[in-house]
């Protein structure tokens, strides 16, 4: 797990591409440059400038053991971690950069969302898990120490329901739990 410890982690994140090549990274696999600019429809040029300033942070290294090539001279690609968290005591720099981290965060679950609903329209996937698949929000009351408590029981739960066995499948799960006021 990738802990955002500090603004300057969180400002490297905090932008679209390179937390969509940090995801791809994640769920595709390893890539090169040019890999991830096929994958994500960008061009290798700027998807290595993203992946130097991700690797300067902690959140992709070197995989040296896939590199190719008569000198070996394609860079490979991988993710440092599984998931990224924020650690309690990070100092955000700005509001503006949180804003822009979750709205970074936001599209790239969007697409994720929009590319499942889009397999299932070409049946690319069998009616059980298009039967366990689901979204929903729920409203409800809680104090600070509540909202805790429930994080912490839902990422317990999601932990247990981890089992890599036979017609496993990569799942996202995307917890948001947030305070709202009630408009006058």
Same mark, same amino acid.
């Given at each position: 797990?990738?802990?955002?410890?500090?603004?300057?982690?969180?400002?490297?994140?905090?932008?679209?591409?390179?937390?969509?090549?940090?995801?791809?990274?994640?769920?595709?696999?390893?890539?090169?440059?040019?890999?991830? @600019?096929? !994958?994500?429809?960008? $061009?290798? *040029?700027?998807?290595?400038? +993203?992946?130097?300033?991700?690797? %300067?942070?902690?959140?992709?290294?070197?995989?040296?053991?896939?590199?190719?090539?008569?000198?070996?001279?394609?860079?490979?690609?991988?993710?440092?971690?599984?998931?990224?968290?924020?650690?309690?005591?990070?100092?955000?720099?700005?509001?503006?950069?949180?804003?822009?981290?979750?709205? @970074?965060? !936001?599209?790239?679950? $969007?697409? *994720?969302?929009?590319?499942? +609903?889009?397999?299932?329209?070409? %049946?690319?996937?069998?009616?059980?898990?298009?039967?366990?698949?689901?979204?929903?929000?729920?409203?409800?009351?809680?104090?600070?120490?509540?909202?805790?408590?429930?994080?912490?029981?839902?990422?317990?739960?999601?932990?247990?329901?981890?089992?890599?066995?036979?017609?496993?499948?990569?799942?996202?799960?995307?917890?948001?739990?947030?305070?709202?006021?009630?408009?006058?």
């Amino acid at each position: 797990m990738t802990e955002i410890t500090d603004a300057a982690m969180l400002r490297a994140m905090a932008h679209p591409l390179r937390m969509r090549i940090v995801s791809s990274l994640r769920l595709d696999g390893p890539a090169t440059s040019a890999i991830l @600019a096929r !994958r994500l429809s960008t $061009d290798s *040029g700027q998807t290595s400038h +993203h992946l130097r300033l991700l690797a %300067r942070h902690g959140f992709v290294v070197d995989a040296p053991e896939l590199g190719r090539g008569s000198r070996g001279r394609e860079r490979w690609w991988k993710a440092m971690h599984a998931s990224t968290t924020f650690s309690d005591d990070v100092d955000a720099d700005s509001v503006e950069t949180m804003a822009a981290f979750a709205r @970074a965060a !936001r599209a790239v679950w $969007d697409q *994720g969302i929009d590319q499942f +609903h889009d397999e299932a329209a070409h %049946r690319r996937w069998s009616p059980a898990w298009l039967d366990a698949a689901a979204a929903s929000d729920q409203v409800i009351r809680t104090t600070p120490e509540g909202l805790k408590r429930l994080r912490d029981r839902l990422d317990e739960v999601i932990r247990e329901a981890d089992l890599p066995e036979p017609g496993a499948e990569t799942v996202v799960v995307v917890v948001q739990a947030y305070p709202r006021r009630a408009r006058a």
